[in-house]
């Protein structure tokens, strides 16, 4: 009897060849971007241990209560699989001394774990970009970390994308609302649906999130978050506003934008596009002046940072019709006995003058070459038959444009095969 074939893991995705070019381009352009800011790099353990997570993020969120990659290892240790970024990056910071009287700009890119339901554009193995900045109280930073979003996605050609943005105020205001979504809430707790009526108790402030439109019908009359707002949250809010509308980034204020993650405080935003369905939310961040002090340090340090999500990046530039670009420029075809010397010389001397060449690998005859060619999507074949190899010449055969087929000498292939290849 045959064995079962075994597939990946599911909510696991293979990122195939023909898709691979595209992340490539998405991730040069973030490293492009994150230079052009001044943020470094820094890079960390794919597994953390549990404890990490649930006091950062928050035992009540989904994340932690549903969804963690947890396991035991051999010492009896609890860890996890990060599902996130950010404790990670704090517990370095702290780990390293990073924080002492300085301030750190840093970005982190890799894949992260969540046993969430699979759907497209949500998987459990995910990858994020994200970035963090430690030592700034001002909303200038919040500013910043969202003109980079922008420059992002005008690097990468990308429209569409709307930016939401909101204040939870500081845990004091965002506890006084807390308590005033709930008395609101409770009396219309027959109408809200299951998951919402569970959230009344565990996490209140996620029942805004809500779907249900039953939910949404209640919500229509519940308090407003920026009532609460101290003053000087009102204030932070302003001067990322003024910030914004200073340098011509349009903005939505949702007042019932809150997050998944407990650890925000003041400013929180979301980048969505209405091109990906029910997952449209391709980055987002925000505040977290809290956090470095809760996991321990002994100073408070101020911080914000966003996480943008690669696989919705890419289907994003797939959708916009962003070049896969995976064609070599040159496709080398041979017949002939020796024809293959000349052949090899030719293409190590293109891959010297920075083309990429794919070079026929065993027989066939020209014809059914060049069809290899052109389905190869190459700009041009290189064709080296029995002429070409008595006279130390090569044919130019170009294969996505009307161009003449032209034979020229080797020596002369460095001048005369640039022209093919200028945008
Ligand atoms: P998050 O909202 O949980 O925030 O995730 C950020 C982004 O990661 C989402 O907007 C989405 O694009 C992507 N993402 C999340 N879950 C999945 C999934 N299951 N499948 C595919 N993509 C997903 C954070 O993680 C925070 N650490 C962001 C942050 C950094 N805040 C401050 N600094």
Request: charged fraction near 25%.
């Amino acid at each position: 009897m045959a064995s079962e074939l075994i597939q990946a893991v599911r909510g696991m995705k293979d990122i195939l060849p023909e898709q691979v070019n595209l992340w490539q381009q998405a991730e040069q352009a973030l490293r492009d971007v994150f230079a052009a800011y001044a943020y470094q790099e820094i890079r960390l353990p794919l597994i953390e241990k549990t404890e990490l997570f649930s006091r950062t993020i928050g035992e009540a969120t989904d994340i932690v209560a549903k969804e963690m990659y947890t396991f035991t290892d051999r010492n009896g240790d609890s860890l996890t699989l990060r599902p996130e970024g950010t404790a990670g990056c704090v517990r370095a910071g702290i780990e390293h001394g990073l924080f002492h009287n300085r301030q750190q700009k840093v970005w982190y890119m890799g894949p992260m774990f969540r046993h969430e339901r699979p759907q497209k554009g949500r998987y459990r193995q995910f990858h994020q970009a994200g970035v963090e900045a430690f030592g700034f109280p001002g909303p200038d930073v919040d500013a910043e970390l969202i003109a980079m979003c922008v420059r992002i996605f005008k690097v990468l050609d990308l429209a569409g994308l709307e930016l939401q943005i909101n204040s939870l105020g500081t845990p004091q205001s965002r506890a006084t609302y807390r308590d005033m979504l709930v008395g609101y809430l409770a009396g219309y707790e027959d109408q809200l649906d299951a998951d919402s009526r569970s959230r009344l108790q565990t996490n209140p402030l996620r029942i805004l999130d809500s779907k249900s439109p039953a939910t949404q019908e209640v919500l229509s009359g519940a308090p407003d978050i920026r009532d609460t707002w101290d003053s000087e949250s009102q204030q932070h809010f302003d001067g990322l506003c003024a910030a914004l509308r200073q340098l011509q980034i349009r903005f939505t204020v949702n007042p019932r934008l809150v997050r998944g993650l407990d650890y925000y405080s003041r400013t929180v935003f979301e980048w969505v596009s209405r091109d990906l369905g029910a997952q449209g939310t391709v980055c987002a961040g925000g505040r977290y002046d809290g956090l470095v002090q809760l996991l321990g340090h002994k100073t408070a340090v101020p911080a914000a940072g966003f996480a943008l999500g690669l696989e919705r990046l890419v289907e994003l530039m797939l959708q916009n019709g962003v070049d896969a670009g995976t064609a070599p420029d040159v496709y080398l075809a041979m017949s002939g006995p020796g024809t293959r010397d000349l052949g090899m010389r030719v293409a190590e001397d293109l891959r010297d003058r920075g083309h990429s060449v794919q070079w026929h690998c065993g027989e066939g005859s020209l014809k059914s070459q060049i069809k290899r060619a052109d389905k190869s999507g190459a700009t041009i074949a290189l064709i080296i038959g029995d002429d070409e190899l008595a006279a130390n010449s090569v044919t130019v055969k170009p294969l996505r444009s009307d161009r003449e087929q032209v034979t020229i000498a080797v020596a002369q292939i460095g001048e005369r095969l640039s022209g093919y290849f200028e945008h």
